[in-house]
């Protein structure tokens, strides 16, 4: 069976909800501690996929995933590195997508070397933003975003503003590494304009890839839009659906996500 493990501890908080979308998407899933992982690190080559789930990993103190990715780094990086060439996946939703970015495992590694090269910064609002948003896929090798196109999810970071110098958003263009940019409901670019871009994210970034795809970072939480019940206008969608004579589905989009990563093993 496919394992996915989730990363626990001080401060981050979204891990028994992304847990349970893998688990509901095939996975066998495992929260850990990262004291505990970094006790037992063996953990990492028992698992296919590694989630960083979103949250205020040590209260964002040093800026949003800052000091958990320096915990990391000085514990796990021999480990985290070999899981990447394992060929695994990884993801980091909100947060862990903080962390991953700081790590520099997004946009990716070169000659086993930590280094950032992206940001998430404080959003153009100077506000905590907590709503939902429009994303449309833009990658055709992102694992987790197969079949994929419109989608919505909601946000809720004080820091999403995606920033990179003019180099490296040139090298994720040409190498088809923007995966999920913000858009209004019709799928038309946000062109930076709030609230369809709910942070000013240059290019309307909302996720990126590694080179090779099995490397997903994000700020929206997929984990928030698994259910129908969950999305901002289900009673609408509900009475659309009834009066057209159409069966209300269960799940909805996000989910998607999840079954992605636990398929691709299969």
């Known amino acids: ?125 100077a506000r905590y933003e907590c709503r939902w948003v429009s994303l449309k896929s833009f990658s055709k090798k992102c694992v987790f975003t197969k079949g994929i196109d419109l989608i919505r999810m909601p946000v809720a970071h004080g820091e999403g503003k995606f920033v990179a110098d003019e180099n490296i958003l040139k090298q994720l263009k040409e190498s088809d590494q923007i995966a999920f940019k913000y858009v209004d409901e019709n799928g038309e670019p946000a062109n930076s304009v709030f609230p369809q871009n709910p942070n000013g994210s240059l290019e309307d970034i909302a996720g990126i890839c590694s080179k090779d795809g099995r490397v997903f970072g994000l700020m929206p939480h997929p984990e928030r839009n698994i259910f129908f019940t969950q999305q901002a206008d289900w009673t609408l969608q509900k009475e659309k659906l009834k009066r057209a004579g159409k069966e209300i589905p269960e799940e909805s989009a996000g989910m998607q996500i999840f079954r992605n990563a636990v398929e691709y093993f299969k």
């Open 1 to 125: 069976m496919v394992k996915a493990i989730l990363l626990a501890g001080y401060g981050i908080n979204c891990e028994e909800e992304t847990a349970f979308a893998f688990k509901k998407a095939g996975a066998e899933t495992e929260i850990i501690h990262i004291n505990d992982l970094i006790a037992n690190p063996k953990k990492l080559s028992e698992a296919q996929i590694f989630a960083f789930p979103g949250g205020f990993s040590y209260g964002d103190n040093t800026g949003s995933g800052n000091a958990l990715a320096n915990k990391i780094r000085n514990n796990l990086w021999t480990k985290l590195v070999e899981f990447i060439e394992a060929e695994k996946l990884i993801l980091g939703i909100c947060n862990g997508f903080q962390v991953i970015t700081n790590l520099g495992i997004l946009p990716g590694i070169e000659n086993r070397q930590a280094k950032r090269t992206v940001a998430l910064s404080h959003n153009n609002s």
